[in-house]
């Protein structure tokens, strides 16, 4: 039997990332890496994904994780991106037309949390990036995206520009650490989540530096890639 590969790609604000899956969501390759284009439109984006996904191996259908609110492979919001030519941009059929396989979108928060939670309960995924993002599950189904990252915070910022990577490094890391755990707070009066998932690439710097809750977890930002398998699930 002829094993079904899938290309994972994860679209950050910051970098770019990409993998191969196997049926079981295992990385066959290393993770490759390159940064996002400055600026970001669409136009600088997927030629800069092909280029970085040439030299993976064969697959046969794509994933991808992406920075904002996309529904049916169409683009509705790109905020980390800062470009307006992402509103309404088909970037499933570019991807599809540009690497000839079939593509499906996630948002990337959406994505790092199908690679990690139990699918028990209500649950619920923080990334902590070039922005703050959220994905929530019941019994591992993922609820409608909400971008709770542009709701008001604190001192008049939203969540994603105080969480955000430009935030944590204008306030300092213990100070960011302190925002945090309010968010994660906030966070569980929302929802009441069972369990919450801390990733994205500043979650490593709350390792040591902060006595977890039970119901709180730090996993690898590999999950932004390893989660696409997921969203063939039902094939």
């Given at each position: 039997?002829?094993?079904?590969?899938?290309?994972?790609?994860?679209?950050?604000?910051?970098?770019?990332?990409?993998?191969?899956?196997?049926?079981?969501?295992?990385?066959?390759?290393?993770?490759?890496?390159?940064?996002?284009?400055?600026?970001?439109?669409?136009?600088?984006?997927?030629?800069?994904?092909?280029?970085?996904?040439?030299?993976?191996?064969?697959?046969?259908?794509?994933?991808?994780?992406?920075?904002?609110?996309?529904?049916?492979?169409?683009?509705?919001?790109?905020?980390?991106?800062?470009?307006?030519?992402?509103?309404?941009?088909?970037?499933?059929?570019?991807?599809?037309?540009?690497?000839?396989?079939?593509?499906?979108?996630?948002?990337?928060?959406?994505?790092?949390?199908?690679?990690?939670?139990?699918?028990?309960?209500?649950?619920?995924?923080?990334?902590?990036?070039?922005?703050?993002?959220?994905?929530?599950?019941?019994?591992?189904?993922?609820?409608?995206?909400?971008?709770?990252?542009?709701?008001?915070?604190?001192?008049?910022?939203?969540?994603?520009?105080a969480l955000g990577d430009?935030?944590?490094?204008?306030?300092?890391?213990?100070?960011?650490?302190?925002?945090?755990?309010?968010?994660?707070?906030?966070?569980?009066?929302?929802?009441?989540?069972?369990?919450?998932?801390?990733?994205?690439?500043?979650?490593?710097?709350?390792v040591d530096k902060w006595?977890?809750?039970?119901?709180?977890?730090?996993?690898?930002?590999?999950?932004?890639?390893?989660?696409?398998?997921?969203?063939?699930?039902?094939?």
């Open positions: 039997m002829t094993q079904i590969l899938t290309l994972a790609i994860d679209i950050g604000g910051s970098g770019l990332k990409a993998s191969v899956l196997d049926t079981l969501g295992n990385m066959t390759v290393d993770r490759v890496r390159i940064p996002t284009p400055k600026p970001s439109p669409p136009s600088a984006v997927v030629p800069t994904l092909v280029a970085l996904t040439r030299e993976l191996p064969e697959y046969h259908r794509i994933s991808v994780g992406f920075p904002g609110v996309v529904r049916g492979g169409i683009v509705y919001t790109a905020p980390n991106l800062g470009n307006k030519a992402w509103k309404g941009f088909d970037l499933g059929t570019a991807l599809t037309e540009a690497l000839g396989k079939p593509a499906r979108l996630i948002n990337d928060a959406d994505m790092q949390g199908l690679g990690v939670i139990a699918g028990d309960g209500v649950e619920m995924v923080v990334t902590l990036g070039t922005g703050f993002g959220t994905g929530l599950y019941e019994n591992g189904r993922p609820a409608p995206h909400l971008e709770i990252a542009h709701l008001p915070f604190q001192c008049g910022q939203t969540y994603d520009k430009a935030g944590r490094r204008h306030v300092g890391n213990r100070y960011w650490r302190l925002l945090v755990e309010e968010a994660v707070g906030h966070m569980r009066t929302l929802t009441n989540f069972d369990h919450l998932y801390l990733g994205g690439g500043n979650a490593k710097r709350l006595e977890l809750p039970n119901d709180v977890t730090i996993v690898s930002n590999h999950a932004g890639i390893t989660g696409g398998i997921r969203l063939w699930d039902h094939d």
